[in-house]
Protein backbone atom coordinates (compact mmCIF):
# COMPACT_ATOMS: atom_id res chain seq x y z
CA UNK A 1 0.00 0.00 0.00
CA UNK A 2 1.62 3.36 -1.30
CA UNK A 3 1.47 6.12 1.46
CA UNK A 4 2.35 9.31 1.01
CA UNK A 5 4.61 11.38 3.66
CA UNK A 6 2.85 14.46 5.55
CA UNK A 7 3.92 17.32 3.91
CA UNK A 8 3.88 19.53 6.70
CA UNK A 9 6.40 19.04 9.41
CA UNK A 10 5.33 17.59 12.98
CA UNK A 11 5.43 20.16 15.82
CA UNK A 12 6.32 19.47 19.47
CA UNK A 13 4.69 21.70 21.87
CA UNK A 14 6.22 22.24 25.15
CA UNK A 15 5.27 23.41 28.32
CA UNK A 16 7.97 25.48 30.90
CA UNK A 17 7.85 24.90 34.02
CA UNK A 18 9.38 26.79 36.92
CA UNK A 19 11.82 23.95 38.94
CA UNK A 20 9.55 23.64 42.18
CA UNK A 21 10.72 23.50 45.87
CA UNK A 22 14.45 24.19 45.18
CA UNK A 23 16.67 27.29 46.17
CA UNK A 24 19.87 26.21 43.88
CA UNK A 25 17.09 25.85 40.77
CA UNK A 26 15.86 29.55 41.30
CA UNK A 27 14.70 30.29 38.29
CA UNK A 28 14.85 27.30 36.28
CA UNK A 29 13.00 25.42 34.39
CA UNK A 30 12.00 22.21 33.45
CA UNK A 31 10.60 21.18 30.11
CA UNK A 32 7.32 18.84 29.44
CA UNK A 33 5.45 17.79 26.31
CA UNK A 34 2.06 19.45 26.77
CA UNK A 35 -0.90 16.93 26.79
CA UNK A 36 -2.35 16.08 23.11
CA UNK A 37 -5.30 14.21 22.18
CA UNK A 38 -5.35 10.65 23.03
CA UNK A 39 -5.53 9.08 19.42
CA UNK A 40 -7.31 4.73 18.97
CA UNK A 41 -6.11 2.85 16.30
CA UNK A 42 -9.39 4.48 14.31
CA UNK A 43 -7.72 7.73 14.67
CA UNK A 44 -4.24 6.15 12.66
CA UNK A 45 -6.57 4.36 10.04
CA UNK A 46 -7.91 7.58 9.34
CA UNK A 47 -5.00 9.72 8.96
CA UNK A 48 -3.58 6.32 7.16
CA UNK A 49 -6.00 6.16 4.66
CA UNK A 50 -6.33 9.77 3.97
CA UNK A 51 -2.67 9.70 2.75
CA UNK A 52 -2.77 7.02 1.14
CA UNK A 53 -2.10 7.11 -2.79
CA UNK A 54 -4.94 4.13 -3.73
CA UNK A 55 -8.00 6.23 -1.25
CA UNK A 56 -8.35 2.69 0.62
CA UNK A 57 -11.06 2.44 2.96
CA UNK A 58 -10.86 3.89 6.63
CA UNK A 59 -12.02 0.94 8.26
CA UNK A 60 -10.40 -1.42 6.36
CA UNK A 61 -7.03 0.20 7.32
CA UNK A 62 -8.71 0.38 11.01
CA UNK A 63 -8.93 -3.75 10.76
CA UNK A 64 -5.77 -4.89 9.40
CA UNK A 65 -4.09 -2.75 11.62
CA UNK A 66 -5.75 -4.04 14.72
CA UNK A 67 -5.11 -7.46 13.77
CA UNK A 68 -1.68 -6.56 13.42
CA UNK A 69 -1.31 -4.67 16.53
CA UNK A 70 -3.02 -7.82 18.45
CA UNK A 71 -0.68 -10.50 16.50
CA UNK A 72 2.37 -8.18 18.26
CA UNK A 73 0.64 -8.26 21.82
CA UNK A 74 0.67 -12.29 21.16
CA UNK A 75 4.14 -12.66 19.88
CA UNK A 76 5.76 -10.22 22.14
CA UNK A 77 3.36 -12.40 25.18
CA UNK A 78 5.22 -15.15 23.83
CA UNK A 79 8.52 -14.44 24.34
CA UNK A 80 9.60 -12.95 21.27
CA UNK A 81 10.84 -9.46 20.42
CA UNK A 82 9.57 -7.49 18.36
CA UNK A 83 11.01 -4.35 15.44
CA UNK A 84 8.66 -1.98 13.93
CA UNK A 85 9.19 1.42 12.30
CA UNK A 86 8.53 2.97 15.89
CA UNK A 87 11.03 0.88 17.87
CA UNK A 88 11.46 -3.03 19.10
CA UNK A 89 9.55 -3.96 21.94
CA UNK A 90 10.03 -7.23 24.20
CA UNK A 91 9.16 -9.29 27.37
CA UNK A 92 10.96 -8.60 30.60
CA UNK A 93 10.31 -10.17 34.07
CA UNK A 94 11.13 -9.26 37.73
CA UNK A 95 11.03 -11.67 40.55
CA UNK A 96 13.11 -13.50 42.89
CA UNK A 97 12.51 -17.08 44.00
CA UNK A 98 14.58 -19.30 46.04
CA UNK A 99 15.84 -22.45 44.14
CA UNK A 100 13.10 -25.11 46.26
CA UNK A 101 10.24 -22.50 44.62
CA UNK A 102 11.45 -23.19 41.27
CA UNK A 103 10.13 -26.64 40.78
CA UNK A 104 6.52 -25.41 39.96
CA UNK A 105 4.58 -22.53 38.66
CA UNK A 106 6.80 -19.52 40.10
CA UNK A 107 3.97 -17.21 42.01
CA UNK A 108 2.65 -14.51 39.88
CA UNK A 109 2.17 -12.21 42.18
CA UNK A 110 6.09 -11.94 43.19
CA UNK A 111 6.58 -12.04 39.60
CA UNK A 112 5.81 -9.12 37.68
CA UNK A 113 5.96 -9.21 33.94
CA UNK A 114 6.37 -6.19 31.31
CA UNK A 115 7.41 -5.23 28.43
CA UNK A 116 10.48 -2.71 27.39
CA UNK A 117 10.61 -0.46 24.30
CA UNK A 118 13.69 0.90 22.62
CA UNK A 119 13.35 3.50 20.33
CA UNK A 120 13.94 3.04 16.19
CA UNK A 121 16.55 5.21 13.96
CA UNK A 122 13.93 6.47 12.33
CA UNK A 123 11.76 7.82 15.39
CA UNK A 124 15.04 9.06 16.82
CA UNK A 125 15.25 11.17 13.04
CA UNK A 126 11.83 12.27 13.07
CA UNK A 127 12.07 14.02 17.02
CA UNK A 128 15.94 15.73 15.79
CA UNK A 129 13.99 16.95 13.03
CA UNK A 130 10.52 17.92 14.77
CA UNK A 131 9.91 21.82 15.33
CA UNK A 132 9.54 22.77 19.00
CA UNK A 133 7.67 25.40 20.58
CA UNK A 134 7.98 26.24 24.32
CA UNK A 135 5.55 27.85 26.56
CA UNK A 136 6.24 29.11 29.83
CA UNK A 137 3.81 28.24 32.18
CA UNK A 138 2.97 30.24 35.10
CA UNK A 139 3.07 28.75 38.62
CA UNK A 140 2.90 31.50 41.33
CA UNK A 141 -1.22 31.22 41.64
CA UNK A 142 -2.15 27.82 40.58
CA UNK A 143 -1.26 24.00 41.92
CA UNK A 144 0.34 21.72 39.76
CA UNK A 145 0.90 18.29 39.86
CA UNK A 146 4.63 17.23 39.35
CA UNK A 147 4.04 13.29 38.66
CA UNK A 148 2.32 10.17 39.97
CA UNK A 149 3.68 7.23 41.96
CA UNK A 150 2.52 4.13 44.06
CA UNK A 151 3.40 4.90 47.38
CA UNK A 152 6.14 2.01 47.32
CA UNK A 153 7.82 4.43 45.25
CA UNK A 154 6.97 7.22 47.51
CA UNK A 155 8.77 4.98 50.63
CA UNK A 156 11.74 4.15 48.58
CA UNK A 157 12.58 6.51 45.88
CA UNK A 158 16.15 5.45 46.08
CA UNK A 159 15.30 1.93 45.00
CA UNK A 160 12.81 2.97 42.46
CA UNK A 161 15.41 4.53 40.78
CA UNK A 162 17.81 1.88 40.55
CA UNK A 163 15.16 -1.09 40.38
CA UNK A 164 12.20 0.62 37.89
CA UNK A 165 9.05 1.75 39.16
CA UNK A 166 6.44 0.19 40.40
CA UNK A 167 3.56 0.13 38.42
CA UNK A 168 0.10 2.11 39.15
CA UNK A 169 -2.32 -0.91 39.55
CA UNK A 170 -6.14 -0.83 39.80
CA UNK A 171 -7.47 -1.51 43.74
CA UNK A 172 -3.90 0.29 44.78
CA UNK A 173 -3.05 3.48 46.21
CA UNK A 174 -1.40 6.04 44.14
CA UNK A 175 0.13 9.84 45.54
CA UNK A 176 0.13 12.90 43.01
CA UNK A 177 3.13 15.25 44.16
CA UNK A 178 2.25 18.61 43.93
CA UNK A 179 2.98 22.13 44.35
CA UNK A 180 0.26 24.54 46.68
CA UNK A 181 -2.50 21.29 45.79
CA UNK A 182 -4.24 20.93 48.93
CA UNK A 183 -7.53 19.93 48.48
CA UNK A 184 -11.13 21.29 50.04
CA UNK A 185 -13.25 24.39 49.99
CA UNK A 186 -16.54 24.68 49.73
CA UNK A 187 -17.60 23.82 45.86
CA UNK A 188 -19.22 20.33 44.93
CA UNK A 189 -16.33 20.23 42.35
CA UNK A 190 -13.09 19.93 44.71
CA UNK A 191 -11.72 16.81 44.37
CA UNK A 192 -9.63 14.66 41.80
CA UNK A 193 -10.77 13.40 38.62
CA UNK A 194 -9.75 11.00 36.55
CA UNK A 195 -11.17 10.28 32.66
CA UNK A 196 -10.55 7.75 30.62
CA UNK A 197 -9.05 9.12 27.30
CA UNK A 198 -8.01 5.37 25.41
CA UNK A 199 -11.07 4.33 24.09
CA UNK A 200 -13.83 7.63 23.25
CA UNK A 201 -16.08 6.05 26.62
CA UNK A 202 -15.26 9.30 28.72
CA UNK A 203 -16.02 6.91 32.09
CA UNK A 204 -14.65 8.95 34.81
CA UNK A 205 -14.07 8.31 38.44
CA UNK A 206 -14.27 11.56 41.05
CA UNK A 207 -12.49 11.07 44.55
CA UNK A 208 -13.88 14.40 46.94
CA UNK A 209 -11.27 15.36 49.71
CA UNK A 210 -12.60 12.79 51.93
CA UNK A 211 -11.16 10.50 50.01
CA UNK A 212 -7.89 12.03 49.93
CA UNK A 213 -5.32 10.73 51.75
CA UNK A 214 -2.43 12.43 52.42
CA UNK A 215 -3.97 15.91 51.60
CA UNK A 216 -1.64 18.17 51.96
CA UNK A 217 0.04 20.89 49.63
CA UNK A 218 3.07 18.54 48.03
CA UNK A 219 1.01 15.43 48.29
CA UNK A 220 -2.22 14.32 47.29
CA UNK A 221 -3.57 10.23 47.23
CA UNK A 222 -6.32 7.96 46.19
CA UNK A 223 -7.00 4.48 45.62
CA UNK A 224 -7.49 3.78 42.04
CA UNK A 225 -10.47 1.90 41.31
CA UNK A 226 -10.69 -1.97 41.27
CA UNK A 227 -11.91 -2.03 37.73
CA UNK A 228 -9.49 0.25 35.84
CA UNK A 229 -8.70 -1.82 32.71
CA UNK A 230 -4.70 -2.37 32.42
CA UNK A 231 -3.43 -0.14 29.93
CA UNK A 232 -6.14 2.77 29.67
CA UNK A 233 -4.99 6.06 29.77
CA UNK A 234 -6.52 8.77 31.96
CA UNK A 235 -6.17 12.09 32.29
CA UNK A 236 -6.08 13.39 35.84
CA UNK A 237 -7.62 17.06 37.48
CA UNK A 238 -7.23 18.38 40.17
CA UNK A 239 -9.73 20.92 41.87
CA UNK A 240 -9.00 23.03 45.13
CA UNK A 241 -10.50 26.36 46.21
CA UNK A 242 -7.41 26.33 49.35
CA UNK A 243 -4.65 28.88 48.54
CA UNK A 244 -1.35 28.16 48.09
CA UNK A 245 -0.52 28.67 51.50
CA UNK A 246 -3.28 25.69 52.55
CA UNK A 247 -5.17 27.44 54.85
CA UNK A 248 -6.99 30.48 52.86
CA UNK A 249 -10.26 29.56 51.46
CA UNK A 250 -11.23 31.28 47.95
CA UNK A 251 -14.44 31.58 46.22
CA UNK A 252 -13.26 30.44 43.01
CA UNK A 253 -11.99 27.07 42.35
CA UNK A 254 -7.58 27.13 41.50
CA UNK A 255 -7.62 24.07 38.97
CA UNK A 256 -4.99 22.07 37.22
CA UNK A 257 -4.22 19.05 35.14
CA UNK A 258 -1.08 16.41 34.94
CA UNK A 259 0.58 17.00 31.71
CA UNK A 260 1.00 13.39 30.69
CA UNK A 261 -1.42 11.23 30.84
CA UNK A 262 -1.80 8.46 33.76
CA UNK A 263 -1.77 4.52 32.51
CA UNK A 264 -2.82 1.94 34.42
CA UNK A 265 -0.04 -1.22 35.00
CA UNK A 266 2.58 1.83 33.74
Given at each position: ???K?????N???L????????????????L???V?????????????????????????????????????M?????????S???????L??????A?G????????????????Y???E???D????????????????????????????????????????????P??????????????????????????V????G????F???????????????I??????????????L????????????????I?T????L????
Open positions: MAVEPTQKKLKAAREIPFSDDHAGQYYQPRQKCLTLEDIAAEVAALSARQEDAEDVGRILRQAVRRIWFVSSGYSVTELGSFRTAQGVFQELGGVPDRDRLRLGVSTMSAMRLLDQVEIDVEIQPSDSQPRICGVVSTEDLQRPAEALRDGRTPLLGRPCILKCRGAKVGGPGADAGVTLTRDDGSASFFPPEQLYPNTLTKVGFLPADMPAGSVWTVKCTYIGMNGSLRLKNPRTLESATIGD
